[in-house]
Nanobody, 116 residues
Framework: VQLVESGGGMVQPGGSLRLSCAAS????????MMWVRQAPGKGPEWVSR???????DYADSVKGRFTISRDNARNTLNLQMDNLKPEDTALYYC???????????RGQGTQVTVSS
């Protein structure tokens, strides 16, 4: 099982980034997936999640600004992040979960920094 994130970087407040997570080693379409972030000195915070049926959910802190999607043909999980704020600065990683949203495997993450 492998999850490899990409797309992070530094952006000014109000800017956008699109994160991707390339999955391999398992049947991607069979699993619920999640994006989680962890800021320095803080615990992990789930950001968004998506079921096998493409039902999505968002943390209140990102609702209306972030959009999760999955491309089962390409085994890819995406996170479109718009109107970024400094408080969005964190290491973002994707995770494979159970249907009860328990993380069973995660990637190494990609850093997102929002700063002027």
């Amino acid at each position: 099982v492998q999850l490899v994130e990409s797309g992070g970087g530094m952006v000014q407040p109000g800017g956008s980034l699109r994160l991707s997570c390339a999955a391999s080693g398992f049947t991607f379409s069979n699993y619920a997936m999640m994006w989680v972030r962890q800021a320095p000195g803080k615990g992990p915070e789930w950001v968004s999640r998506i079921t096998t049926g493409r039902t999505s959910d968002y943390a209140d802190s990102v609702k209306g600004r972030f959009t999760i999607s999955r491309d089962n043909a390409r085994n890819t999980l995406n996170l479109q992040m718009d109107n970024l704020k400094p408080e969005d600065t964190a290491l973002y990683y994707c995770a494979r979960t159970t249907n009860a949203w328990v993380i069973v495997f995660r990637g190494q993450g990609t850093q997102v920094t929002v700063s002027s």
